[in-house]
T-cell receptor
Framework: NAGVMQNPRHLVRRRGQEARLRCSPM?????VYWYRQLPEEGLKFMVY????????ESGMPKERFSAEFPKEGPSILRIQQVVRGDSAAYFC??????????FGPGTRLTVL | AQSVTQPDIHITVSEGASLELRCNYS??????LFWYVQSPGQGLQLLLK??????LVQGIKGFEAEFKRSQSSFNLRKPSVHWSDAAEYFC?????????????FGKGTLLTVNP
């Protein structure tokens, strides 16, 4: 069983551009989570999704960030008009049952 | 709100020595607890988890952890450390209930292994 897939692994954007991060959960997992890791803040929850539904987005910045998990295809975390402070590692996790979360390798976003 | 404290930012041990990484949590209900390991530039790998039952849980790579409700602790142990164990270790508690199923992480403990 393949693990959680994330792509790209590294993404470089200039300020003002858009970043799209993709996550394919493990087979049979219908719960997807996004976390952000910043050097001084550690790992922080951003959003929890099930197919076609956002369940909990309490950790998402109110502006420029959005997430989706469509009926078909991967989950997408979208950051519009990126700023330098968005530079971080973004991790996706999936779960078969909401309790145990399995993480992907992450996307390292660098904003120039 | 729930929280996780890992008091040791950085620990150095010699290869073959025993290891204990500390974790304290704050959570109102019965906690679901996890330990993850992260190698440089990699994602997080699940080492072990505690939901209920036996308070001593076994994980992968020879790790174990003991849940102590009276001390609000979930310390990770390994009897003999290998050089490949050098990594960062994160303790986490699951906020469960309602629509909330998110992990709250400690700041992590960086483990260095000396030959």
């Amino acid at each position: 069983n393949a693990g959680v897939m994330q792509n790209p692994r590294h993404l470089v954007r200039r300020r003002g551009q858009e970043a799209r991060l993709r996550c394919s959960p493990m087979k049979g997992h219908s719960h997807v989570y996004w976390y952000r890791q910043l050097p001084e803040e550690g790992l922080k929850f951003m959003v929890y999704l099930q197919k076609e539904n956002i369940i909990d987005e309490s950790g998402m910045p109110k502006e420029r960030f959005s997430a989706e998990f469509p009926k078909e295809g991967p989950s997408i975390l979208r950051i519009q008009q990126v700023v330098r402070g968005d530079s971080a590692a973004y991790f996706c996790a999936s779960s078969p049952d909401r309790y145990t979360q399995y993480f992907g390798p992450g996307t390292r976003l660098t904003v120039l | 709100a729930q929280s996780v404290t890992q008091p040791d930012i950085h620990i150095t041990v010699s290869e073959g020595a025993s290891l204990e990484l500390r974790c304290n949590y704050s959570y109102g209900a019965t906690p679901y607890l996890f330990w993850y390991v992260q190698s440089p530039g990699q994602g997080l790998q699940l080492l072990l988890k505690y939901f209920s039952g036996d308070t001593l849980v076994q994980g992968i790579k020879g790790f174990e952890a003991e849940f102590k409700r009276s001390q609000s602790s979930f310390n990770l142990r390994k009897p003999s450390v290998h050089w490949s164990d050098a990594a960062e270790y994160f303790c986490a508690v699951l906020n469960s209930g309602g629509s909330n199923y998110k992990l709250t992480f400690g700041k992590g403990t960086l483990l260095t292994v000396n030959p």
